[in-house]
């Protein structure tokens, strides 16, 4: 499977921690029912005090929330790391094999403009690649509804 994808022959990528994918421009981070369940759990919330407190509604599903500088609720605005880092949704978690970003060689590149931690660190062969890219797609498909509560 995706033998013929561009990527088959492995890319290489390492997270450097700069904290720019979460941050800088407005974009969307779903999560599923049980991911929504573990950060509320790191954080020592109710489900509904994490929907009201951290969530917002984007393109009519929930999404987790913005600061007006457009950073994640959870990017810590100093140090610039995840507070809710272990209990991070598959989207940030699988972070750059996204099917956006491996659409093209040439989307690639252009994420890899404001990624730097693409293109160089460790080498991940296709067969892993595949892995993370359909984690990525279940994730999306069982992502959460809105509820009445939103
Ligand atoms: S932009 Fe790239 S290097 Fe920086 S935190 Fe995100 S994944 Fe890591």
Redesign the pocket.
């Known amino acids: 499977m995706n033998g013929g994808a561009w990527w088959s022959g492995g890319l290489y990528?390492?997270?450097?921690?700069?904290?720019?994918?979460?941050a800088e421009s407005p974009g969307t981070v779903r999560f599923t029912p049980d991911e929504e369940l573990a950060m509320a759990n790191l954080l020592m919330v109710s489900a509904s005090e994490f929907r009201a407190r951290y969530v917002w509604r984007r393109y009519g599903k929930p999404s987790l929330r913005e600061r007006a500088n457009y950073d994640c609720v959870f990017l810590s605005p100093s140090a610039r790391y995840c507070v809710v880092y272990g209990a991070h949704p598959a989207q940030c978690r699988e972070?750059?094999f996204w099917p956006e970003v491996l659409s093209s060689k040439e989307s690639w590149d252009r994420f890899a403009l404001?990624?730097?931690?693409?293109n160089q660190g460790d080498f991940h062969d296709g067969a892993e690649i595949s892995a993370r890219l359909q984690r990525q797609l279940d994730a999306q498909k069982s992502s959460c509804q809105l509820r009445r509560d939103g």
Do not use: A, K, T
Not at 15 to 22: E, I, P, S, Y
């Open positions: 990528f390492s997270c450097l921690g700069c904290g720019r994918c979460c972070f750059p404001s990624c730097v931690g693409m």
